[in-house]
């Protein structure tokens, strides 16, 4: 079964940007569909972007799209989240998370990292 450590994750202020990285291991990582996810304090934790097994289809949740940007590189095991004009509203523990489907519900992921905090300052 597929590892997922999740890095990249720190302070920024409104506005910026940051690079977020999963890397897999004991898996086939081709195998696998990928999320990433977010929890804020008090909040259930809410889809944010998935990305297809050959990385060709990427889906975002709303309130995200046209800021992050999902992708993956197989040959590294890797997935990443690239969060550009991030808001306090971003401000939350993000996770990654495999799937054998193609799917945005969290219930559906078995596999998960031990997620990175990212925090936005106004």
């Known amino acids: 079964q597929v590892q997922l450590v999740e890095s990249g994750g720190g302070l920024v202020q409104a506005g910026g940007s940051l690079t977020l990285s999963c890397a897999a291991s004991g898996g086939i990582f081709s195998n696998y569909y990928m999320g990433w996810f977010r929890q804020a304090p008090g909040n259930e934790r809410e889809f944010v972007a998935a990305i297809s097994w050959g990385g060709s289809n990427t889906r975002y949740a709303g309130s995200v799209k046209d800021r992050f940007t999902v992708s993956r590189d197989n040959a590294k095991n890797t997935v990443y989240l690239q969060m550009n004009s991030l808001k306090s509203e971003d401000t939350a523990v993000y996770y990654c998370?495999?799937?054998?489907?193609?799917?945005?519900?969290?219930?559906?992921?078995?596999?998960w990292g031990q997620g990175t905090q990212v925090t936005v300052s106004s």
């Open positions: 998370a495999a799937a054998l489907v193609a799917t945005e519900g969290v219930s559906e992921y078995p596999y």
